[in-house]
């Protein structure tokens, strides 16, 4: 059974910055894209940075320039570094894969990291 699982959100104040980690475990065959979303209170659930295999990153254009999305494709990891926080960053982020594992390929989510950007 797939799964990911995501750490390092927290509390951080303003201009802060924060690194998320989502681990994909499992009897994984290959990972066509990994991402980052993420759903504030009373808001939809929005794309945050998405890197596909070959390594090409999409960003939303509210985190460009203060985000980056990385991969390690060793470890089926992917990282979110948060610099430059700000209030409005504030959500929970999700984690977003999709993959191989066994017979065709499947969207997974991870359970949530919650991020506040507070002082």
């Known amino acids: 059974q797939v799964q990911l699982v995501e750490s390092g959100g927290g509390l951080v104040q303003p201009g802060g910055s924060l690194r998320l980690s989502c681990a994909a475990s499992g009897s994984i065959s290959s990972i066509y894209y990994m991402g980052w979303y993420r759903q504030a209170p009373g808001k939809q659930r929005e794309l945050v940075a998405i890197?596909?295999?070959?390594?090409?990153?999409n960003y939303a254009n509210s985190v460009k320039g203060r985000f980056t999305i990385s991969r390690d494709n060793a470890k089926n990891t992917a990282y979110l570094q948060m610099n430059s926080l700000r209030p409005e960053d504030t959500a929970v982020y999700y984690c977003?894969?999709?993959?191989?594992?066994?017979?065709?390929?499947?969207?997974?989510w991870g359970q949530g990291t919650q991020v506040t950007v507070s002082s």
């Open positions: 977003n894969a999709q993959l191989t594992a066994g017979s065709g390929a499947t969207t997974h």
């Open positions: 890197i596909i295999s070959g390594g090409t990153t």
